[in-house]
């Protein structure tokens, strides 16, 4: 498990609090956490592009030199990874997750440092089968 850290710039995230103000939404700390990821991407390199849409089960695909990565991404607004909480919402999901796509969490969404942790093929080791069927 790799962490990241992500210092916010103050108007990076006054944007994400206008765009996604704090609450208890699972959508909106999602897409919180999904905009987190794509700020650490751009950090690393400008150059990166993300598909408007990304494959059926990925939340996110990020372009780099020389490949595409398509990324599951899941959000907390606890500090704590509390992976015991991470499910799989769909079929397509698990499907993109057993091909070896990573799954990004994202820690502390609403706070101006958010921790990234990338966790490589986790799927068969911590997920837990959600209300929907999903495993």
Excluded: W
């Excluded at 700390?29 to 400008?46: N, S």
């Amino acid at each position: 498990m790799e962490l990241r850290h992500l210092e916010l710039t103050r108007d990076g995230y006054e944007r994400l609090n206008s765009k996604y103000p704090e609450g208890n939404g699972s959508s909106l700390i999602g897409k919180r956490a999904e905009e987190i990821v794509k700020i650490y991407f751009q950090r690393k390199d400008p150059r990166c592009q993300f598909a408007e849409t990304p494959p059926k089960g990925a939340d996110l695909q990020v372009a780099l030199p020389g490949e595409a990565l398509a990324i599951e991404v899941k959000g907390t607004k606890s500090a704590d990874v509390a992976s015991q909480q991470l499910k799989v919402s769909s079929q397509h999901s698990r499907d993109l997750l057993e091909k070896g796509a990573p799954v990004y969490r994202v820690t502390g969404v609403f706070e101006r440092s958010p921790s990234i942790y990338a966790l490589p093929e986790v799927i068969g080791r911590r997920y837990h089968r959600d209300a929907r069927g999903g495993r």
